[in-house]
T-cell receptor, first 113, second 113 residues
């Protein structure tokens, strides 16, 4: 399983872009990069995923380096409601269709006024 | 549409007692999962199910059992609870596509005394 490394915490001013880095230097060619977040006491929430191309949806953008060894999740205009723990996960397929997600300890993003 | 629900929301249980945590999804997802979350350890996969009638072991299966009699329900049973099983338990589901995201329930907070 490819391991991910994230900074334990980051701060961001409200209205500014939040750029959350993730290192996954041992990723293999068929592994996707997923991002989830967990707002206090709630279940994790899917944000975005990608294989090798940059991706954008209504929540965020995902930038994956050309060598795929690292990625950055971008929240373009962070709000207080984006305060959460953000998990970068490299997805491994286990035993058929169920997809095992290995959650690390993530990055705690604090959005401030 | 409720998505994925869990019951109970929280429970205090005496050691040695049997307990079943319930999980139901209405999205007709084939795959379902049980995770536990402990402070400082992130989420760890307990058991999973590719489809109704099949189950598999995750990272920390000892002391837990699951069944998948139908598509919608995926109960988790602690046959004889121990204090180390005090945790927050999350159920999740995903469809069978290769790069599908997982949807999480609100969690069950279990305290074993």
């Amino acid at each position: 399983d490819a391991k991910t490394t994230q900074p334990p915490s980051m701060d961001c001013a409200e209205g500014r872009a939040a750029n959350l880095p993730c290192n996954h230097s041992t990723i293999s060619g068929n592994e996707y990069v997923y991002w989830y977040r967990q707002i206090h006491s709630q279940g994790p929430q899917y944000i975005i995923h990608g294989l090798k191309n940059n991706e954008t949806n209504e929540m965020a953008s995902l930038i994956i380096t050309e060598d795929r060894k690292s990625s950055t999740l971008i929240l373009p205009h962070a709000t207080l409601r984006d305060t959460a723990v953000y998990y970068c996960i490299v997805r491994v397929v286990w035993a058929g269709t169920a997809s095992k997600l290995t959650f690390g300890t993530g990055t705690r993003l604090q959005v401030m006024l | 549409i409720a998505g994925i629900t869990q019951a109970p929301t929280s429970q205090i249980l005496a050691a040695g007692r049997r307990m079943t945590l319930r999980c139901t999804q209405d999205m007709r997802h084939n795959a379902m999962y049980w995770y536990r979350q402990d402070l400082g350890l992130g989420l760890r996969l307990i058991h999973y199910s590719n489809t109704a009638g099949t189950t598999g072991k995750g990272e920390v299966p000892d002391g837990y059992s699951v069944s998948r009699a139908n598509t919608d329900d995926f109960p988790l049973t602690l046959a004889s609870a121990v204090p180390s099983q005090t945790s927050v338990y999350f159920c999740a589901s995903s469809d069978s596509s290769q790069a599908s995201e997982q949807y999480f329930g609100p969690g069950t907070r279990l305290t074993v005394t």
